[in-house]
């Protein structure tokens, strides 16, 4: 009898069990008295009445989805109109409005390399920067967290075209990377610099205009950002932030920009509104930061190990990967939902609770979040 092909995914899948990391879906109901402390609706835009408009109106007007690629028929004005005013807000020269913020750092870090050159990249970045470096085909050094130092050595042995790519607020434990340094270093040495700002828009920055104008290099001479619009904007797809030359590059040769279906335009017309939202209204910005301090200063006060958070981002560490998952059930038991995150999705193997404020979360809200959490920790 021929063998089953595929029997070495059932040894994978019990292996996983056996080592407590299997991961399985969830849906959830539209309404639901959990407390949400998961997702990364940061200023709590998801379900704001103009940008449900925005999106609803985008597809009366323009259709469900965008019918082809940007190249031939996927792109609309509505794409235009915010991808001018993406780039504007957070300070660089042009941007080009992607399906996903994956596909954004794929293309990005594709479409800027190659295979005679070197991409450095911190040890903490988020899948896509890692998948986009493999793809990439260019030699990759990665670099202890958040050190500049390390990243001058790498470039120093390199001759040639060189990137250096890193999250500007890294999505386990929240902390920023160094931008100023970063980017000092990278100009000394000739390399360009990609910040990838999932984490930072809307949340940090003047008026949450993102990471890279917090520390003061957004427009600077070779950096590129990318930006999600599926965080702090409250909807879907992901852009490239940059100098014109740079964009044109990516209209050129992104190969997630010219084989992939447009973004559909209710959710560019759902980020456009929750856009010009957020600058009317920018203390939400000050309050999500409030909120995220809030959580780690109870935490800490109960004797848990909470890392400081500089965006919108607590990590809550745990013992072990187990205690992670039953911890993060108790808490959802008792009416909050948290994320767990456990290898192999934390580079360090430290499994922890990943808790994301929100703007629009009230004193009683974080009040009987810490309650949960505190009554379901792990104990010694």
């Known amino acids: 009898m021929p063998r089953d092909p595929f029997e070495w995914i059932t040894d994978a899948a019990a292996a996983r069990r056996r080592a407590g990391l299997v991961r399985t879906l969830r849906p959830r109901p539209a309404d639901s008295a959990v407390l949400d402390l998961a997702g990364n609706d940061y200023l709590g835009l998801t379900r704001h009445p103009e940008v449900v408009e925005g999106a609803a109106a ?45 596909a954004a750092n794929l293309a990005a870090v594709t479409a800027l390399t190659g295979a005679d050159s070197l991409v ?22 990665v670099t202890p967290h958040a050190s500049p130092d390390a990243v001058d050595k790498a470039l120093a042995e390199h001759d040639g075209r060189a990137l250096v790519v890193t999250d500007a607020v890294f999505s386990v434990d929240g902390d920023a990377a160094p931008l100023s340094a970063l980017h000092r270093v990278a100009a000394e040495r000739g390399a360009a610099l990609l910040v990838d700002d999932a984490h930072g828009l809307g949340v940090l920055g003047p008026d949450g205009s993102g990471t890279a104008r917090a520390y003061g290099v957004a427009g600077a001479p070779g950096v590129v950002a990318t930006v999600t619009l599926s965080k702090s904007l409250g909807s879907q797809g992901g852009a490239v932030l940059g100098p014109a030359a740079v964009i044109e590059h990516l209209v050129n040769t992104a190969r997630t920009f010219i084989f ?50 500089d965006a919108a981002v607590v990590s809550v560490l745990a013992p072990t990967p187990e205690q992670a998952l039953q911890w993060a059930a108790g ?50």
């Open 58 to 102: 985008a597809a009366r007007r323009w259709g469900a989805g965008a019918t082809g690629s940007r190249l031939v028929t996927g792109t609309t004005e509505l794409h235009a109109e915010l991808e001018a005013e993406l780039a504007a807000f957070c300070g660089f020269e042009a941007a080009l409005v992607f399906s996903s913020g994956y």
């Open 260 to 309: 992939d279906t447009g973004l559909n335009p209710a959710a560019a017309g759902g980020a456009l509104a929750a856009l010009r939202l957020l600058r009317r209204e920018p203390e939400r910005v000050a309050k999500v930061r409030e909120v995220a301090l809030a959580l780690h200063e109870g935490l800490t006060a109960s004797g848990l190990r909470s890392l400081r958070p």
């Open 120 to 141: 450095v990249s911190d040890a903490g970045n988020h899948a896509s920067l890692i998948d986009g470096c493999r793809l990439s085909r260019a030699a990759t050094t």
């Open 331 to 380: 808490c959802h038991a008792d009416g909050v939902r948290v994320g767990c995150f456990r290898p192999p999705s934390v580079p360090d193997g430290i499994s922890r609770l990943r808790l994301t404020a929100r703007a629009d979360l009230r004193p009683q809200d974080v009040d009987r979040a810490l309650g949960a959490i505190t009554a379901s920790a792990p104990r010694a």
